[in-house]
């Protein structure tokens, strides 16, 4: 039987890195004066909600996992985390979540793949983040 505490309290622990990491392109925004100030703090507040979520219905004492749930777990951190991080663009550019998800997928496995046209006329909080999260990948993500 698997047990779910300790992957919810991982799932919990990536998620809040993620917002964090929105933290960067959200004050770039705000400091630029440019596009995307509100549509990152919306995925902020979102993601660290979640988060805390699962951090507090994850938390448990016996803190073990064994090979079935570390499978269960990676699966689970490369699909939540793509679909967390892919909030921003999707707020942002009102892309639909298919295509945001691809972009953010494609940005933290580093394949380079984009389904975008026009990056150069995108507000530069877009841009920065697309590539903080590429950044975040080469960094130990994936």
Request: net charge positive; aromatic share 14%.
């Amino acid at each position: 039987m698997v047990n779910f505490k300790p992957v919810l309290f991982v799932i919990g622990l990536v998620l809040s890195k993620i917002a964090l990491f929105m933290y960067v392109p959200t004050i770039l925004a705000l400091a630029t004066g440019t596009p995307g100030f509100l549509s990152f703090a919306l995925a902020v507040t979102i993601t660290h909600s979640v988060a805390f979520l699962c951090l507090t219905l994850g938390k448990t004492r016996d803190f073990r996992l064994n090979t079935r749930e570390m499978f269960l777990l990676t699966t689970m951190v490369w699909i939540i985390a793509s679909a967390f991080a892919a909030l921003p663009f999707v707020f942002i550019n009102h892309i639909s979540f298919t295509n945001a998800y691809f972009e953010t997928m494609s940005g933290i496995t580093t394949t380079g793949s984009t389904v975008l046209s026009g990056l150069d006329n995108m507000a530069p909080a877009f841009y920065f983040g697309a590539q903080h999260f590429s950044g975040l990948a080469v960094s130990g993500l994936s």
